[in-house]
């Protein structure tokens, strides 16, 4: 098993804050943007004292385009 250094794990402390931080500003800024969770296909139920709500579609959507940049950043 190969030990770290306090450089390496200085270096992964880092790059997971980084990753925090950018996921908290995209939940900001989720709300912001206009039909992101509302797009046809999207399950939602209401009824009176329960509600239930999926994003399907709007789930895909993301999905594909975070592959779609994922792919272009790391093409080798």
């Given amino acids: 098993m190969e030990q770290f250094s306090v450089n390496t794990l200085a270096k992964i402390l880092i790059v ?3 990753l925090v931080l950018l996921a ?3 939940l900001l800024a989720a709300g912001k943007i206009p039909l992101v969770g509302k797009l046809p296909g999207d399950i939602s139920i209401k009824a009176k004292s329960f509600s239930f709500y999926f994003p399907i579609v709007t ?3 993301v999905s594909v385009v975070l592959t779609i940049i994922l792919n272009l950043i ?3």
Wanted: a positive charge; aromatic letters at 8%.
């Fill in 16 to 18: 997971v804050g980084g």
């Fill in 24 to 26: 908290g500003i995209i």
């Fill in 59 to 61: 789930c895909l959507v």
């Fill in 74 to 76: 790391f093409r080798r």
